[in-house]
């Protein structure tokens, strides 16, 4: 099964979300980012098919955002793109890609509605919330 996670390693969501699938048996390609950012048509096309705006698909916490001017309202999506290329930490975090879809997730959660394979079974993310029961249902 093909799933790819544009994972940065430094941030708990993406960990979370690393353990999420594989906690479904599934070895994902992992990307990291920030060393290899995706090209313009992949970019958009992750953000599109996750339902996104690019707005929504950009990160502002502990990034330049702010700094670049990105906080104007006028600021175009393409703009946005460009910054989001030259600046990769302006990509919000983590992107989980499927056959089933894409899915930004924050929550980490956010990736079970993609995932192919049902949970083998409990899941905790590291401040210790259960995600998911010993029976590999999603605890609500």
Same mark, same amino acid.
């Given at each position: 099964m093909d799933v790819t996670i544009y994972h940065n390693p430094a941030c708990g969501t993406s960990r979370n979300t690393l353990g999420l699938i594989r906690n479904a048996g599934i070895e994902p390609v992992v990307i990291e980012y920030l060393q290899n950012p995706p090209d313009r048509a992949t970019l958009v096309g992750m953000i599109e098919r996750a339902g996104l705006s690019v707005r929504e698909a950009v990160r502002e916490k502990g990034t330049p955002f702010a700094e670049l001017g990105l906080d104007n309202?006028?600021?175009?999506? @393409?703009? &946005?793109?460009? $910054?989001?290329?030259?600046?990769?930490?302006?990509?919000?975090?983590?992107?989980?890609?499927?056959?089933?879809?894409?899915?930004?997730?924050?929550?980490?959660?956010?990736?079970? @509605?993609? &995932?192919?394979? $049902?949970?083998?079974?409990?899941?905790?993310?590291e401040d210790g919330e259960r995600v998911v029961d010993a029976e590999g249902k999603p605890v609500k």
């Amino acid at each position: 099964m093909d799933v790819t996670i544009y994972h940065n390693p430094a941030c708990g969501t993406s960990r979370n979300t690393l353990g999420l699938i594989r906690n479904a048996g599934i070895e994902p390609v992992v990307i990291e980012y920030l060393q290899n950012p995706p090209d313009r048509a992949t970019l958009v096309g992750m953000i599109e098919r996750a339902g996104l705006s690019v707005r929504e698909a950009v990160r502002e916490k502990g990034t330049p955002f702010a700094e670049l001017g990105l906080d104007n309202p006028a600021t175009t999506d @393409e703009q &946005l793109v460009d $910054a989001m290329l030259a600046h990769p930490i302006l990509i919000n975090r983590p992107f989980v890609v499927t056959p089933l879809g894409a899915r930004l997730c924050r929550p980490s959660e956010a990736v079970l @509605e993609i &995932l192919p394979a $049902a949970q083998r079974g409990a899941f905790s993310k590291e401040d210790g919330e259960r995600v998911v029961d010993a029976e590999g249902k999603p605890v609500k």
